[in-house]
């Protein structure tokens, strides 16, 4: 299993749904967790990160964090265009600070 | 707050010259700071990791000699590709961690696209 995993997608929403982008995620890495969006042709831009179990919330932003099941999600409310981004899940390797990123999930958000 | 400037924003250069690209941290200290290379429709890879005052670490396959590293300060890293050629086009992404943050959360400079002819 790779240290960090993601779906490629592409994840096709419409405007206004819930997009729902999720990571798993193996026993090599830390259990701090960071999403990043990145625009296309543009670097990545943290958006959240979570630490502990359970959910943490920022504007329409979730993120879901099981400890027990090795994985953690994002979720987008409202969806909108804007939205649209690959979204890379990434977390530090157990044995220094480097983060290991996923192969990132593309979104799209159709009006 | 932590914002991560680079320069050049974007570089051509003919085959076999150098180039030299900086990553600040603008408004913190940084205490490591990183370098990324991302090809078209590929996720990030880490080229190296510099931290202030002493020699970078580079990741398996990554020759030292040719992608040099200097981390001067705790507010300046700078990249050199020495001789590049074709295959060494590509967007350069650095990122900084906050001094004293033990949480490892990156802030990434807005890339340099390097394009060599």
């Known amino acids: 299993q790779k240290e960090v995993e993601q779906n490629s997608g592409p994840l096709s929403v419409p405007e206004g749904a819930i997009a729902s982008l999720n990571c798993t995620y193996s026993?090599?890495?830390?259990?701090?967790f960071f999403w990043y969006r990145q625009y296309s042709g543009k670097s990545p831009e943290l958006i959240m990160s979570?630490?502990?179990?359970g959910d943490k919330e920022d504007g329409r932003f979730t993120a879901q964090l099981n400890k027990a099941s090795q994985y953690v999600s994002l979720l987008i409310r409202d969806s909108q265009p804007s939205d649209s981004a690959t979204y890379l899940c990434?977390?530090?390797?157990?044995?220094?600070?480097?983060?290991?990123f996923g192969q990132g999930t593309e979104l799209s958000v159709k009006p | 707050g932590a914002v991560v400037s680079q320069h050049p924003s974007w570089v051509i250069c003919k085959s076999g010259t150098s180039v030299k690209i900086e990553c600040r941290s603008l408004?913190?200290?940084?205490?490591?700071m990183f370098w990324y290379r991302q090809f078209p429709k590929q996720s990030l890879m880490l080229m190296a990791t510099?931290?202030?005052?002493?020699?970078?670490?580079?990741e398996q396959g990554v020759e030292k000699d040719k992608f040099l590293i200097n981390h001067a300060s705790l507010t300046l890293s700078t990249l050199t590709v020495t001789s590049a050629h074709p295959e060494d086009s590509s967007f350069y992404i650095c990122?900084?961690?906050?001094?004293?943050?033990?949480?490892?959360?990156?802030?990434f400079g807005p890339g340099t696209r390097l394009t060599v002819l």
């Open positions: 510099s931290n202030e005052g002493s020699k970078a670490t580079y």
């Open positions: 990122s900084a961690t906050l001094a004293g943050q033990g949480w490892n959360e990156q802030f």
């Open positions: 026993d090599r890495v830390s259990q701090s």
């Open positions: 979570i630490y502990s179990n």
């Open positions: 408004d913190f200290q940084a205490t490591t």
């Open positions: 990434a977390a530090p390797y157990n044995q220094g600070g480097k983060l290991i």
